[in-house]
């Protein structure tokens, strides 16, 4: 056992916390209820977002702004359920409005709108994965000007926005807060339901192998396969392609990779930079580089992995990862950002050099972080 095992182990016996109780510890809630989906959704929230959809005939729908697999797949999920009750639906999200290669593959994009088609006050509208507002980008005016407005998100970090509050820190994805809406709506989920509703259980399990994948998230993913999904075909769009240019672009930000053997309370930092420079010469867009930091957490050495990418805009978007004893989350909450405990980010301007400096500063080890 090298040190480093040695130190983890010590901890999680002297400890005997799970993942799964510290995740819970941060949701900071005293709900008792029984599956851990709905752990922490008051039972009056969801008869009222039942209502609200029920009584509507237009739902306006939107996910954070450069949508992932479990932001853009919950949201088709609900779109098309909601049009299978005869709704008008018009899903978004905000600029830059373009579907992220890996996700080319989900049904239902043919009904997203632009943005700027959304009405300036929705009469209902429905918020996916965005811990805050401001994860809309522009649609977070119609968010706050919303006759009503129902928020289902996971993330610990969510601000508490919005008056029906679907919000489940515990719930290993949106998707799951979303397969509970369908079913308490009575709508059956068929194939692309469930194909969005896997995809986005799988990107936030990372293939279920996140602390998350709970013995709940199986029985949902088994419900899905049963109604038509292949999880090879998901598996291999989400994670097993890419053009060439990004492995040369891969290769690029392992190469330049540092490791800090001292950083994060002595436990280990591993980080690296990819400029816009390093790919434009490979002809690889910014929102095919969200896997390079799945490489750079593999390294033993380090408990935390970060990767700062920098954006169009040329500022940096800076992801980190934790293996389970730092707290990346309330690191990026206090870079500005937001996300959980073991996967988390900010965006910034400045060098990246600096930025990781700063952030360093906010990486501790668990009997550190135990005692602040
Ligand atoms: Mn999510």
Not at 58 to 66: P, S
Not at 161 to 188: C, K, M, N, Q
Not at 247 to 261: F, P, S, T
């Amino acid at each position: 056992m090298s040190e480093l095992e040695g130190r983890r182990a010590a901890w999680t016996e002297e400890r005997g916390t799970s993942d799964e109780g510290r995740r819970r510890e941060k949701g900071g809630s005293e709900a008792s209820g029984d599956a851990v989906s709905r752990g922490f959704v008051a039972e009056p929230h969801w008869d009222r977002a039942v209502e609200l959809i029920r009584e509507a005939d237009e739902v306006c729908l939107a996910c954070h702004v450069a949508p992932d697999g479990d932001a853009l797949g919950s949201m088709l999920a609900l779109t098309q359920a909601l049009r299978a009750m005869g709704k008008t639906c018009l899903p978004s999200f905000g600029e830059p409005f373009a579907v992220p290669g890996s996700l080319l593959f989900l049904p239902g994009q043919d009904l997203l709108v632009e943005p700027g088609r959304l009405p300036a006050v929705p009469k209902l509208m429905i918020t996916l994965d965005a811990a805050g507002a401001e994860r809309l980008g522009p649609l977070a005016a119609q968010a706050e000007k919303a006759a009503e407005l129902i928020v289902i998100d996971h993330h610990a970090s969510n601000t508490g926005f919005g008056a029906v509050r679907l919000v489940d820190p515990a719930a290993a994805a949106t998707s799951v807060l979303v397969d509970e809406l369908i079913r308490r709506l009575g709508v059956p989920l068929d194939r692309d339901i469930a194909l969005g509703l896997y995809a986005g259980l799988a990107s936030d399990t990372g293939s279920f192998r996140y602390p998350c994948t709970t013995p709940q998230v199986h029985e949902l993913a088994a419900r899905l396969i049963a109604a038509g999904v292949r999880p090879e075909a998901v598996g291999r769009e989400l994670w097993d392609r890419a053009p060439f240019g990004y492995l040369q672009v891969l290769a690029g930000a392992l190469a330049k990779a540092r490791l800090e053997r001292d950083a994060a309370g002595g436990f280990g930092l591993v980080w690296t930079t990819i400029t816009r420079a390093d790919r434009e010469a490979q002809c690889v867009p910014y929102d095919a580089l969200e896997g390079v930091i799945d490489q750079l957490r593999r390294a033993d050495e380090a408990e935390v992995a970060v990767v700062c990418k920098e954006t169009d805009r040329g500022d940096w978007y800076v992801s980190t990862r934790s293996k389970g004893l730092v707290d990346v989350g309330q690191a990026c909450v206090a870079m500005g950002g937001g996300g959980h405990y073991n996967a988390a980010a900010f965006t910034a301007a400045g060098d990246p050099a600096d930025l990781i400096d700063r952030l360093r500063a906010h990486l501790h080890g668990p009997h550190l972080h135990d005692a602040a």
